[in-house]
């Protein structure tokens, strides 16, 4: 998709080991249910937007994202930012298949007419030089604005833009990366026990981070200067991600919504036909589906099969 337009080592690096996929051509490693199958039921939304899913790390939660691809459907989908991870594919690389097959489900959609939006956030940044180009029906854009189904107009960016660290301190918020990396790690080990204690996923880090007073300082300064810059521009609201927190807040008549991500909490934002938005947290929307399947079989002693990110 872009390895042979990158200069530099990364894009170096995708054109030799990463062959990402033709949808015409090639098929996942974990397929799409098919339609009427158990688990092939979609849901319908107007807008679906995503962010900070960082495939080419360890902590980016690939099976739970690609259930929820399979899972729903949309006219308009917006990647708002750090989808791949450059800053630790240039350290490290790691692609495994199930990072191809959400590739190949995004593109798959831009095939099958929905209008998909990628806005690069700074782990991304690499793909910014594409700005106003279209790769396989996907359309790079700096930032974008939508308007809703009921008439508000929301504008929709990354929000690295507003980062007081990333604009002042660009080797701070790397050694935060560093850090915030680490405890993905540990992350990882904690919800392999939970998995074997058939416990649904928790994330170690998104409690940590809510636990420190600095870290949720941050989080609310950031969000009314994301705010303020919407209400400057004279529109409803924004849409953005970057901090990892799916929230839903009113700076007076201006929306800040955030879309979260798929590292930690695994949130995604949607609107519906109406206009009505709203976050999915989609590990709870999976333990009520099984759990309804179960019920619905009659086989509430069966092991779910997804509480687990892998």
Avoid at 40 to 61: A, K, M, P
Avoid at 130 to 152: C, K, N, Q
Avoid at 245 to 266: I, L, Q, S
Wanted: aromatic share 10%.
């Amino acid at each position: 998709m872009f390895g042979d337009y990158l200069d530099g080592p990364l894009g170096n690096t995708f054109a030799r080991k990463v062959r990402l996929p033709d949808p015409d051509r090639h098929q996942p490693a974990h397929p799409e249910p098919t339609p009427g199958s158990t688990g092939g039921e979609r849901r319908r939304y107007r807008t679906i937007w995503i962010s900070d899913v960082h495939l080419g790390t360890r902590g980016c939660n690939a099976r739970l994202l690609i259930d929820f691809l399979d899972h729903t459907d949309s006219e308009t989908m917006y990647l708002v930012g750090d989808i791949i991870d450059g800053w630790r594919l240039k350290k490290k690389f790691y692609w495994p298949s199930a990072h191809n097959d959400i590739v190949w489900r995004i593109m798959k959609r831009a095939r099958r007419g929905t209008r998909v939006v990628y806005i690069p956030g700074n782990h991304d940044e690499m793909f910014r030089q594409f700005t106003g180009l279209s790769f396989g029906g996907v359309e790079i854009r700096r930032a974008a604005f939508h308007d809703t189904a009921d008439g508000r107009r929301l504008m929709v960016l990354h929000g690295d833009e507003f980062d007081t660290v990333m604009l002042a301190h660009r080797w701070l918020a790397f050694v935060g990366d560093a850090a915030y990396h680490a405890l993905m790690a540990l992350n990882l080990w904690v919800n392999a026990v939970r998995r074997r204690l058939d416990l649904p996923y928790w994330s170690l880090s998104k409690m940590a981070k809510h636990k420190v007073k600095n870290a949720v300082e941050f989080i609310s300064q950031y969000e009314e200067v994301v705010a303020r810059a919407a209400a400057e521009r004279g529109i409803d609201g924004v849409v953005c991600g970057h901090i990892h927190t799916a929230e839903h807040r009113m700076f007076g008549d201006v929306e800040y919504w955030n879309d979260g991500d798929w590292v930690e909490g695994c949130t995604a934002l949607v609107e519906h036909f109406d206009g009505r938005m709203e976050i999915l947290h989609w590990p709870q929307e999976v333990i009520r589906r099984e759990a309804a399947a179960r019920e619905g079989a009659g086989t509430r002693g069966q092991a779910p099969a997804l509480r687990q990110a892998a």
